[in-house]
């Protein structure tokens, strides 16, 4: 029976190439001369440094136009709280997303329920299967899910026949 999964995965090795490239220019930019503003990387959590809101938001705006440029979504970050380290500096940690939330999983087999397509739709931990018994009911599914969610990037993978 064909089949394929709904993910919500970021590419980890352009992302780290993105945080590489956004270190590089904040480093070479005039107006970061002499400052502390850079972004450093633990797994999945991104960490922004700068001495001011203004340079941080500056260091977040570098990042996201690296993202943008190596085709990472940049939906994927989910952008934390600004907190104060010693003296004037500030800092920002950033999280890429991996794997659908549960009710974002509820809300999309629901509505392909709702669609009364004849395909299949279970949870699988943090992924979606499709499964159907046609290929043209299967490319239904993805046009009506890319339509419906809009707010989370997603990916189609393991499509088997």
Not at 33 to 52: C, I, M, N, Y
Not at 106 to 129: F, H, M, P, W, Y
Not at 131 to 136: L, T, Y
Request: some cysteine; glycine content about 4%.
């Amino acid at each position: 029976m064909p089949s394929f999964d709904i993910v919500c995965e970021a590419n980890m090795v352009e992302v780290k190439n993105a945080i590489e490239q956004a270190n590089k220019e904040i480093t070479n930019r005039f107006d970061f001369k002499g400052t502390d503003a850079r972004v450093e990387q633990k797994e999945r959590e991104l960490t922004a440094f700068a001495d001011s809101d203004f340079q941080l938001s500056q260091v977040r705006d570098v990042l996201t136009n690296k993202m943008t440029k190596r085709s990472v979504d940049v939906r994927f970050l989910d952008i934390g709280e600004i907190e104060k380290i010693g003296g004037d500096k500030v800092k920002q940690s950033i999280k890429v997303r991996n794997g659908i939330e549960q009710e974002q999983s509820k809300k999309i087999v629901r509505s392909i329920k709702d669609a009364k397509l004849k395909v299949t739709a279970s949870i699988q931990g943090e992924a979606v299967r499709i499964a159907g018994a046609k290929r043209d009911d299967l490319q239904a599914a993805i046009a009506l899910v890319r339509k419906d969610v809009t707010e989370v990037p997603l990916a189609f993978q393991n499509f088997r026949d």
